[in-house]
């Protein structure tokens, strides 16, 4: 059944069924999130006529409202992609570089939408405009909804080479996820609350997002505000009456942080779905003790495959055990390879790039055909079926029961906190700024995971009178942060003279990595 | 501890969790808005009081805008000490 399908039919069934409520009090039932979501669409529908709506992406800009939600699902009615862009996580030239990728967007803009990104943008709906079509009502016809091969979304994520690049996901891969998704962790999923912490601009969103509204459940947002303070999180979370909890590993570690976060605190959850990084057995241990009814599910995935593919429940055993967690097996509809640089198949047990192939593999990259050219391709199984392909760039190993162990990356790209992050495009961006004539990023680890980033750097640009390297660091930062998110600016600048070489004229990132500051 | 011996150990911790012997220097710069700590880092922060000066600070019981600048993590820890 289609997602979309689900939504309409738990606004018919329970229109008075909160669908979304947020720590800063903010409330939509299924009601009013149809009601309003088919007022929007006509709007978006009415922009285009239905052949083009496919090719036509509209932005959902702002944070974690009602709104943005709404906006969501207009536009899925309404036949068109959606982008979605979080105001506080994505900055105003990278919003305006993610417009320039996109012909003219619509974009509904539920918090105040930048300049320099509508100067990319078509029509900008402010958050007045919005409110005035919804008071207009009106609704589009069930036809225009996206199906099948139509995009449904296009999240954009970081690029090695200095832009962000868009994943289109299509409405089956979404379908064909949520069906697996509805069946994780053995429980009935009717009804149930879900913790929204993740951005709406990452993929680990489309969980509860998904998972919630597909099964006339309610969405427990944390909004930017409540997550600046510990004691206003713990106060959220034991409001929310939270059954099923979506998070990377980092945030549990940093909710397990303090003592009250507990079975006490939370009592009804039920089940703890981490997907976007490596789940460490000492998180999952601690879990357990604090939460003993609950169960563990690890997943793993990227964006381009819809979220994530395999899974498999955390043990207390498991947990307890030295070995690092498997990420589990793959969902019926996926099938893994793992291969080597040529690209042919490796046993069991040998390390290898993780190939994914299967029926939520998305489309490609938006208008980068060569970047789709380079990562996705099509496969015809033994039985018939022709599914895309989609070569990862991680490490991995598939073990003797079938079980997918995940190492790390092939490449320049690293996992901070559960961010997906190409160390090129920091360079990238580096590289712009006036006076920096060379840079090279490392990203340290500890316990297992990448702690923070360092920026080394050749600086030959003017300096401020007086100004000390971390002053001119400081400088550089704020700089950096007109183009990239908070979590892509180096904690630390280091100035050298020159970047290491190795013989064959690369930077040697291992000799950087053991330059201190 | 006297005032200054205190100081003295709260720089070498922050020096070892922001990596940046600057905090020296730079007592009342934002660690936050610098890059320097972000929450995980923050909670490190507690957890080195703890085992440097005994002192107790819960995660809940301070807010950011409370412990981000070395002079006033210095402060949280006097004023419990």
Known sequence: MRFIDLVATHAAATPAAAAQRTSDGEEITYGELWERSGAIARHLASEVPASCARTAPVIVYGHKSPLMITGFLACMRAGRPYVPIDCHSVPADRAAGIAAQLPRPTVLATEDFPAAAAATSGTVLSREVLRTLIEAGGSVSANRAIAGEDTCYILFTSGSTGAPKGVEVTAACLDNFLAWDLTLGGIDKTGLVYLDQAPFSFDLSVFEIAGALASGGTLASLTHGTQQSMAGQLAALAASDIDVWVSTPSYADLMLSAPEFSSSLLTGVKLFLFCGETLANTTARRLHERFPGARILNTYGPTESTVAVTEIEITPEMAAAPAPLPVG??????????????????????????????????????????????????????????????????????????????????????????????????????????????????????????????????????RLAGE????????????????????????????LDALPMTGNGKVDRRALAETRG | MDREELEEQVLTMLEEICDDEAVREERDIDLFEAGLLDSMAAIEVLVAIEERFGVDIAPTAVERDEMNTVNKIIHQIEIRL
């Open chain 1, 468 to 495: 000390s390297d971390f002053r001119l660091g400081l400088r550089l930062k704020e700089e950096l942060k007109a183009s990239l998110p908070h979590y892509m600016i180096p904690k630390k600048i280091v100035f």
């Open chain 1, 329 to 462: 097996r793959p969902r019926p509809g996926t099938r893994l390879r793992i291969v080597d640089g040529d690209g042919t198949a490796l046993a069991a047990g040998a390390p290898g790039e993780i190939v994914i192939e299967g029926d939520t593999v998305a489309r490609g990259y938006f208008g980068r055909s060569d970047l789709t050219a380079h990562s996705f391709s099509r496969v015809t199984w033994e039985d018939g079926t022709t599914v895309r392909a989609y070569r990862t760039g991680d490490e991995g190993y598939l073990d003797d029961e079938g079980l997918l162990h995940y190492h790390g990356r092939l490449d320049l790209q690293v996992k901070l906190n559960g961010f997906r992050i190409e160390l090129g495009e920091i360079e990238e961006q580096l590289r712009r700024l006036p006076g920096i004539d060379a840079a090279a990023l490392t990203a340290p680890m500890r316990d297992g995971r990448v702690n923070h980033l360092v920026a080394h750097i050749v600086f030959n640009g003017e």
